[in-house]
Nanobody
Framework: QVQLVESGGGLVQAGGSLRLSCLAP???????????MGWYRQAPGKQRELVAS???????KYSDSVTGRFTISKNNSRKMIYLQMNNLKPEDTAVYYC?????WGKGTLVTVSS
């Protein structure tokens, strides 16, 4: 199982910004770059949903609810992916999970107050 470590969550007011990071410390670089990655979130009482993904070639996709506000990026040399979240809304409150293939991190909580 791949270890994925998320960080950057916290409490922020509506309209604010947060940057989430996900590190895959034990993957060798050649393995890390060979897999699509993504950020998912799960709000209380709801199913986990895809927020953003970045393919091996760099193509990005976003859910409709975050398009224009969130940006996913990747630093291969550091074996990290990021999620820049701007103009946060209370409905963005959730636990955010990093995904690599079939592996998941433990999640980081984002709480947006109104």
């Amino acid at each position: 199982q791949v270890q994925l470590v998320e960080s950057g969550g916290g409490l922020v007011q509506a309209g604010g910004s947060l940057r989430l990071s996900c590190l895959a410390p034990r993957l060798i670089l050649s393995t890390f770059v060979g897999q699509d990655m993504g950020w998912y979130r799960q709000a209380p009482g709801k199913q986990r949903e895809l927020v953003a993904s970045i393919a091996v070639g760099g193509t990005t996709k976003y859910s409709d609810s975050v398009t224009g506000r969130f940006t996913i990026s990747k630093n291969n040399s550091r074996k990290m992916i990021y999620l820049q979240m701007n103009n946060l809304k209370p409905e963005d409150t959730a636990v955010y999970y990093c995904n690599w293939g079939t592996d998941w991190g433990k999640g980081t909580l984002v709480t947006v107050s109104s």
